[in-house]
């Protein structure tokens, strides 16, 4: 890594130095939030560690999981794509869907990491493979190598075990979830994903469902401590709208208080949430699966020590209420910069790549 003080030379040189001396960034979570977050963080920084949940049984990484006992792959599939640099035919290779015979339904990708992980022996080892095959901007690691599932006590008592199993039962009984944990509770992080925890200087949890994609990488033994351990600025990016059959009702406070409750203690110094209107066609559709936009109760999040950061991180054009992978990175960095500056030319960088928005 080469820092350069002179920023009269040539600025893609410059713009080179600048992300490859990024923040080191830790991104923990899974499903379609995180690898749209990662799309949009790789435009700031070459340091980003993409620390991703195993607890999916759904879908075609749930048969994968079934019948050969490897870890779901779908989520890191994902971000792994959201972070390599090849080119758009492998991309879309690896993203092909098989539409009939044996095959129907699976993805090559999900397929090309069980053969990975049938040749390295462990899935950890496969996943790393595949970081190099696709010339992955930092890394993407599983968050543990045991076969973890989720199980779930809702307020009657009644228990669901499995991720699917989980959400159907919340769905259909609108029963709240009381507690949840992994099974089995011995489950350890790997040593790589505690290491970069205690390497970062920005952690970021979030975006993702609460429950199944966030959550579950607490209860993971050492990650929860580790985080809490860190000297990095901790910010989670808060969902945009409630989730049927997980957050129904959830104020923001309430999912930032249930992440701390897994912790085990406060994980959290800051919240980026979106501030834009969404359109009345968009929120009706919504309404219809008993989804709506969080309510951010400023006041309570304050009281937890929270500092708040409010920004236009709707994604545009969209027929779906999410985040936008560069307006959400852009608001982060800037929001780090901001709460967390870093000193010297290091700063230099970071407004210099913030310019670029």
């Known amino acids: ?26 991104a923990i979570g899974g499903g379609t939030g995180l690898s749209a977050l990662l799309l949009g963080l790789k435009e700031y920084t070459d340091n980003i560690t993409a620390v991703v949940t195993v607890t999916d049984d759904g879908g075609g990484s749930g048969i994968i999981r079934q019948e050969f006992g490897m870890l779901p792959p779908g989520d890191i599939r994902n971000c792994l794509l959201a972070l390599a640099n090849t080119s758009t035919m492998m991309s879309d290779v690896l993203n092909y869907r098989f539409t009939e015979g044996s095959l129907k339904g699976q993805n090559f990708g999900n397929l090309f990491l069980l053969a990975l992980n049938q040749v390295c022996g462990s899935f950890d080892r496969a996943v790393a493979n595949m970081n190099e095959i696709l010339a992955v901007t930092g890394k993407v690691l599983p968050v543990t190598n045991t076969n973890v599932n989720l199980r779930a006590w809702f307020e009657d008592g009644s228990v669901a075990v499995g991720e699917t199993t989980i959400t159907a039962k919340k769905q259909n009984t609108r029963l709240n979830i009381a507690q949840i944990e992994i099974i089995p509770k011995t489950a350890v992080a790997l040593d790589s994903v505690i290491e970069a925890i205690s390497e970062a200087d920005l952690i970021v949890l979030g975006p993702g469902s609460l429950y199944t994609s966030v959550i579950p990488n607490l209860l993971v033994g050492n990650v929860s401590n580790a985080i809490k351990r860190s000297g990095a600025f901790k910010i989670y990016v808060q969902n945009i709208m409630t989730q049927d059959g997980e957050t129904e009702n959830f104020s923001a406070s309430r999912h930032m208080s249930e992440i701390n409750r897994y912790g085990k203690g406060r994980l959290i ?8 209107t969404i359109t009345r066609n968009l929120a009706r559709k919504y309404q219809a699966e008993n989804s709506y936009p969080v309510e951010i109760d400023k006041m309570r999040i304050e009281s937890m020590g929270i500092k708040l950061f409010g920004a236009e991180i709707l994604a545009r054009d969209s027929m779906l209420v999410r985040h936008d992978p560069l307006r959400l990175a852009y608001n982060l960095m800037l929001m780090a910069d901001i709460m967390a500056p870093r000193k010297g030319v290091l700063q230099r960088y970071d407004k210099l790549l913030l310019e670029q928005e």
Do not use: H, W
């Open 269 to 276: 110094d800051g919240c980026i949430y979106n501030t834009q």
């Open 1 to 26: 890594m080469q820092l350069f003080d002179d920023f009269s030379l040539p600025r893609s040189e410059v713009l080179r130095a600048a992300k490859a001396a990024g923040r080191k960034i830790v």
